[in-house]
């Protein structure tokens, strides 16, 4: 039971705790025996036309920035919302799959206080800013007359997608796809958040050491997500954070002969050194100081979700995350809803042909739009 708690953990934000079983099992993992495998980071500009910084007002006349990754120009515009951590790029092989099998334009949007976007006050993550944001950077992008908007959110998201359509701050929305974020599954991990964020490591040497971590941890099941996406959640440190620690201790050594004093200087020098030219990555986001805000992403989400007034397409790692409303809802076919198994929580990239198809699928079910000529469905 502990372990099935433990893989049900991490609905609310972008991570979960490793899976049994680890990254051997994918079947992403297109590599031959004997390989040594590849973690080198990829660009985002394989998988996007442009990355362009969107200038909104908030509410106090302020400037803020956020960065948008764009593709495609014509049919709907699929606006992609990332999970707690995470950033735009944790779309990018999602939206290159996509992008081959329907007529459709990609806006994929790192939310507040992630990715490259910057704000004046990072460290309000409510639901109803990051919300308020969307709406912001719609009509920037489109002015008065946006085209269909279908609004896709992964995890934290998937809520904040919820929170935008109810408050209609899309006035063109299409519809709505949520990944893997379920109101009862979020708030029962809550209380385990803290201890998994403070299982992961601080640091790590390099961008390569991050994704091959991410890998093999199991939080990305599918290496070339992994490769282009850990940029995105990792970022270099400033050489301020990491040399105090070795010049502090060194100055803390008091020497009584005055010969070791000066060996002691020399080596206190040749530490700064060595430590200036290490550079090493951390997370962009710290996750575990955004718990104040988790129960306002989570708490309600089920019944909001009901009552959006837009086709819905709920799309899960695992069906036993149903909570009562959304059983009695699916019951009542409120909701079109698909279970992809074998995937860790971040659906989109572990599977993002299975993620594809099914959002083809739907909208073209719905006459959202139509599939690429030639393309064999």
């Not at 120009?73 to 950033?87: A, E």
């Not at 969307?134 to 904040?160: C, D, Q, R, T």
């Not at 949520?178 to 809550?190: H, K, S, Y």
Request: proline share 5%; hydrophobic share 40%; glycine share 8%.
């Amino acid at each position: 039971f502990d372990n099935m708690e433990k893989q049900l953990h991490l609905n609310l934000l972008g991570s979960r705790p490793p899976m049994a079983g680890g990254y051997q099992s994918s079947s992403k993992m297109k590599m031959g025996p004997g390989r040594k495998k590849d973690f080198s980071p990829l660009p985002w500009s394989q998988y996007f036309e442009t990355m362009e910084d969107v200038e909104v007002e908030n509410e106090n006349g302020k400037d803020i920035s956020l960065t948008v990754n764009l593709h495609g120009s014509h049919g709907p515009v699929l606006l992609l919302l990332h999970g707690g951590g995470h950033s735009a790029l944790s779309w990018a092989v999602f939206t290159a799959v996509i992008c081959s099998r329907i007529n459709c334009r990609v806006v994929a949007m790192d939310l507040r206080a992630h990715g490259d976007t910057k704000v004046k006050n990072p460290e309000d993550l409510s639901a109803d800013t990051m919300a308020k944001d969307i709406g912001k950077v719609v009509e920037a992008l489109y002015g008065e007359n946006p085209p269909p908007i279908m609004i896709i959110g992964h995890s934290m998201g998937g809520a904040i997608a919820v929170h935008t359509a109810t408050a209609n701050l899309v006035p063109s929305l299409l519809g709505l796809c949520v990944i893997d974020v379920v109101e009862g599954t979020a708030m029962d991990a809550l209380n385990s958040m803290q201890n998994f964020l403070r299982s992961r490591p601080k640091t790590f040497k390099s961008l390569e050491n991050a994704i091959e971590w991410s890998v093999k941890s199991g939080q990305i099941r599918n290496i070339e997500s992994a490769r282009v996406s850990m940029g995105g959640q990792v970022k270099k440190c400033e050489e301020s954070t990491s040399s105090p620690g070795v010049s502090n201790i060194s100055e803390g050594i008091i020497e009584e002969e005055e010969e070791e004093e000066v060996e002691e200087e020399s080596n206190k020098k040749r530490m700064k050194e060595e430590v200036k030219k290490e550079t090493i990555f951390t997370w962009r986001v710290e996750l575990s100081k955004t718990e104040k805000y988790w129960d306002g992403w989570f708490r309600g989400l089920s019944a909001l979700f009901l009552t959006c007034p837009v086709p819905k397409l709920l799309l899960l790692a695992g069906v036993d995350r149903l909570d009562k409303d959304l059983t009695i809802g699916q019951m009542q076919g409120k909701f079109q809803m698909q279970v992809l198994p074998q995937c860790g929580h971040a659906v989109h990239e572990d599977a993002p042909e299975k993620v594809a198809d099914a959002l083809a699928a739907f909208m073209v079910r719905h006459k959202f739009t139509e599939f690429k000529e030639g393309y064999l469905w």
